[in-house]
């Protein structure tokens, strides 16, 4: 769309219903700021310009959208005397001018990009306001939006509307687009004399018919525009946006067991003929290549997981993993900033962090490898083919090489050769007759301790 787009998203509120020690937008959903579920919808709608106007923990909400948009500023709204008053805080960016002013909530993190860009084209199309609608279940309390031929006459609350309009179930959402040749002159029309002495935004609808400038109404779902005020809402949001990306998972051929025990986050990738058993959990920063299986209980964030690979049951990957194809990361597994070459596996209960594995090294169970010294971090290095034996402690920095064999039980510190065999563990002893002695000893101590008791009777 050729025209200038500036969106104001309001995020001043105070959220004491949140009872949290941090604004509301910066709660999460699917692992992503709710202020940044909006922003990045105001920049695929074509926005050029976002400004925030916000309240407590300004730099924070600045600093989360900037990781989107890189042309954002923020407003303060020191006072709180309704969205009319809030828009009025960007006043600076508004007279900077622009073809389209889109106002957003940064609580209403489900709104569609598409659902913007279509309020921006019926103001293309002539419209002087463009106001989102919706359809709730039960409209209450909501504001209705009357219509006639087409056009939006009158956005009536609940407390003024005649029988008839309580009777349409077409309601306000908020979320509202205008042209912003006349933003200034519009918003600076609206008045404060109601009963709480406030400054609606909504007294735009009559400003514009007053003007002889057209009105326009379009429909949203109800889901992505519902506003986030508590942690139950909160809940319910994170529930249908998991709702909607599991559909949209499986539908893409990504084979889900319990589509409702697996969470993915706002970036997971995961392609088709991948197979995903229940209870799984996908933080940020996840890929996942076709044909690889999720087993369950699995908890995955910021790794790239190859074709054919196999994870789990109860593994966890930790950022910075990179398991090429055909890999594996067994059941009660943990592996950190790790890379793993073709064919490479790590069976059971075993620990692998900031280690280079090559391809089809075999990792035995209860291995660690000892990266961390108590100050730094340091690399383990796994040769193509090497096979380290069950309980092994590979202390960092340390090279196993190709085709290298570690027996059971090693503490290796020291480089082991390509092709070498390295024992690191105390020489077996045994004692001829010594294990009957033992046993004939604590049977005798054992009887003894008990005619010392007195007899219960």
């Not at 400004?51 to 989107?68: K, L, P, T, Y």
């Not at 956005?155 to 040749?181: T, Y």
């Not at 990957?317 to 594996?328: D, I, M, Q």
């Not at 592996?335 to 090559?358: E, R, W």
Request: glycine letters at 10%.
């Amino acid at each position: 769309m050729a025209r200038s787009c500036l969106s104001i998203i309001l995020a001043a509120g105070e959220g004491t219903r949140m009872k949290s020690s941090k604004s509301k937008v910066l709660h999460a959903v699917a692992g992503l700021e709710m202020i940044r579920h909006v922003a990045r919808a105001a920049r695929d709608a074509g926005s050029d310009r976002v400004g925030v106007v916000v309240g407590r923990d300004g730099e924070a909400v600045e600093a989360a959208v900037r990781q989107d948009i890189a042309d954002v500023a923020t407003y303060p709204q020191t006072e709180r005397l309704g969205t009319a008053h809030a828009v009025l805080a960007a006043r600076a960016g508004l007279a900077e001018g622009c073809d389209d002013v889109l106002v957003l909530f940064g609580d209403t993190p489900l709104i569609r990009p598409q659902t913007l860009a279509r309020a921006r084209a019926a103001l293309a199309d002539g419209a002087e306001i463009c106001v989102v609608g919706f359809r709730p279940t039960n409209p209450t309390g909501y504001g209705r939006l009357i219509e006639a031929d087409s056009e939006l006459i009158a956005i009536r609350e609940e407390k003024d509307a005649s029988e008839a309009e309580r009777a349409v179930d077409f309601c306000n959402a908020g979320v509202m687009a205008f042209a912003g040749a006349r933003a200034l002159d519009m918003l600076d029309a609206i008045g404060n004399d109601n009963a709480k002495g406030e400054y609606y935004l909504t007294d735009l609808v009559e400003i514009a018919r007053r003007a002889g400038r057209s009105v326009k109404a379009i429909e949203a779902d109800a889901d992505e525009v519902l506003g986030v005020n508590s942690r139950l809402e909160l809940a319910a949001v994170e529930a249908l946006w998991q709702s909607a990306r599991r559909r949209k998972a499986m539908l893409d051929g990504v084979t889900l067991m319990d589509p409702a025990s697996v969470f993915f986050a706002h970036d997971t990738q995961i392609a088709a003929d991948a197979f995903v058993e229940p209870n799984v959990v996908f933080g940020p920063g996840v890929t996942v290549a076709a044909g690889a299986v999720i087993h369950a209980f699995s908890h995955i964030e910021g790794a790239a997981i190859g074709e054919g690979a196999s994870i789990g049951p109860f593994a966890r990957l930790r950022p910075g993993t990179r398991l090429a194809e055909n890999t594996k990361v067994g059941n009660f597994c943990e592996v950190k900033n790790a890379q793993f070459a073709a064919g490479a596996k790590v069976n059971h209960l075993s620990y692998v962090g900031d280690s280079i594995v090559g391809g089809k090294a075999n990792i035995g169970a209860g291995t660690i490898t000892c990266n961390y010294d108590g100050a730094l971090k340091h690399v383990t290095e796994i040769g193509d083919g090497a096979f380290i034996g069950s309980n092994s402690a590979l202390v960092a920095p340390v090279r196993i090489g190709h085709g290298a064999y570690i027996g059971t039980g090693s503490v290796v510190t020291e480089d082991v050769p390509d092709g070498a065999l390295a024992i690191a563990r105390g020489r077996q002893v045994t004692k001829p007759d010594r294990g009957r002695q033992i046993t004939e000893r604590n049977a005798a101590a054992k009887a003894k301790s008990a005619a010392k008791r007195p007899d219960p009777a």
